[in-house]
C-alpha cells in the first residue's frame, strides 16, 4: 500500500509514468519488530548502482528478506515484479533473531510472515498451521519423528503409513485403502489421523515449503505468428 | 501401464473453452486437461462430481493449486470441508493446503474434451491441494494449475510431442 501511494503521487508531481523505481533505490528500514507485525520505513538513497549489493553497510546481511511487493493489480502498466530489498540494522536484526529462536522459527520465514501481516489481511503461515486439526497434527508429529526409521521399510505393499495420534495405524500401497482402514474398520474421523508417503520429506508436513509457481506474470499472451511478426 | 492422456492436443494459438456459463480464454501452449477434485482416501469418485478444466504445468513444482472460487462455482466444494494439512509459500504467499484427491479424466485419443468410458485416473496427492483464498492482493491463477509434483509423485511417464503438439501420460505401475 505504501508503495503503491508512493508510486502514485510521483507520477502525479513529475507528471511522469513508469516504474518510479527505475534508476534509483529505495530502501526499505525496518523500524520496529512487534510480535505480529514489522514497521518499515523506505527512504530514497539516490541513483542505484549497477551492482546493487556492493550497496549500503548491511548489504547482504539479510539477502533472503527480498520482498516482492509487485502484483499486476499493484502495478499494471508493468506487469512484471519489484523486488525491494530490506535492510535490517543490526539491533533489528538480533531482536528478530531472538524472536524467531523463542518461538523456534527460522528467522527468514518469520520475517516473511511478520511483513506480510504488516501489509495484508490475509492469513500468515502460523495462522493456517493453526487451522490445522489438532488430531492431524499429533499424527502429522508422529509421522514426523519416525519418517526415517520408516523410510527403510518401504515395498510395493508399503508405499503409505497412516498415524492416528502416536500410533501407527498401518501401511498400505494406496491412500485409499488407508482411509479405508482409519474410517470404516477403525471408525476414526478423518479429523483424527494423517496418511502420508514413505518418501522423504525437506520439511515436517505443518511446515511450509517455498513453491516459484511462475503463474500469472509469465503467461505469454503473444501468438507464434504475432512472435514471428 | 494404462494410458490417462492418450495423445491430448493442445493448441498453438489462443481460443475460448466454454464451460459452464463461462468462456474461458485459453492461450497458446496452454495443455488443458479436465480433472474433478474428491475427498482424500475414496476409492471412488463421486459420480456427480463436476468435470473442471486445468492447465497441465509442467513448470509448477506444486501437485495442484485452484482458487476458492473456482473450486466452489465449478465443484460445488468449500474449502472448510476439506480439511487443512499445513501452509505452502506460493509465490511468497501463504496459502492453504487442503486434503483432497485430484481425479483426472481418461482423453479419447487425439481428442481434448471427449473421454473414455473408463473411470478418471486418481492422483493420490500427499500435500493435499493448494486453495487460493477469495479476494486475495495477488491474483490466482485463471485456471487451476496441475503441476509436475503430481506426476512425479505418481510416478506417470509424460511425453509432449512437439512435432503433433500432443500430450501423453501414462501409469508406470502395474494395473
Known sequence: ?229 | MSKILDQLPYLDAAAMLAFHDEQIPVLAHHIIVWVSIGLRGDFRLAENSPRIPAILDTGNNFGFSIAADQLGRWCGLQPQILEVLGPIFINRRALPRHAADVWLYRNRRRQRDTFRSVPPFRLELRDGIAIYPAEDLVPAPRLPLLGLRAIDENSLRCTINGEQRTVSLSDTKPA
Open chain 1, 1 to 229: 500500500v505504501v508503495a503503491l501511494l508512493y508510486v502514485c503521487r510521483y507520477r502525479e508531481h513529475y507528471h511522469s509514468s513508469g516504474y518510479v523505481w527505475q534508476g534509483r533505490k529505495r530502501v526499505l528500514a525496518i523500524q520496529e519488530v512487534a510480535d505480529d507485525r514489522i514497521s518499515i520505513h523506505m527512504t530514497e538513497v539516490g541513483r542505484l548502482p549497477n551492482n546493487v549489493a556492493d550497496y549500503g553497510p548491511q548489504a547482504g546481511a539479510c539477502d533472503k528478506l527480498t520482498e516482492s511487493c509487485g502484483s499486476n493489480r499493484l502495478l499494471p502498466e508493468q506487469g512484471n515484479e519489484m523486488a525491494l530489498t530490506i535492510y535490517l540494522s543490526p539491533e533489528i536484526e538480533q531482536q528478530l533473531r531472538q524472536r524467531a529462536a523463542q518461538i523456534g522459527r527460522d528467522v527468514t520465514t518469520l520475517a516473511h510472515d511478520l511483513l506480510q501481516r504488516s501489509l495484508n489481511k490475509q492469513p500468515t503461515l502460523d495462522e493456517i498451521a493453526a487451522q490445522i486439526p489438532p488430531g492431524i497434527r499429533r499424527s502429522q508429529e508422529a509421522y514426523w519423528r519416525d519418517l526415517p526409521q520408516l523410510l527403510s521399510l518401504k515395498s510395493g505393499k508399503r508405499q503409505w503409513v497412516a498415524y492416528h495420534g502416536d500410533e501407527r495405524v498401518g501401511f498400505g500401497s494406496t491412500s485409499a485403502e488407508l482411509f479405508q482402514e482409519c474410517m470404516e474398520s477403525r471408525g476414526l474421523k478423518k479429523e483424527e489421523f494423517y496418511v502420508d508417503r514413505l518418501e522423504p520429506r525437506a520439511l515436517p508436513p505443518w511446515e511450509a515449503e517455498a513453491i516459484d509457481a511462475p503463474f500469472p506474470w509469465s503467461e505469454a499472451t503473444f501468438t507464434p505468428s504475432e512472435n514471428r511478426a
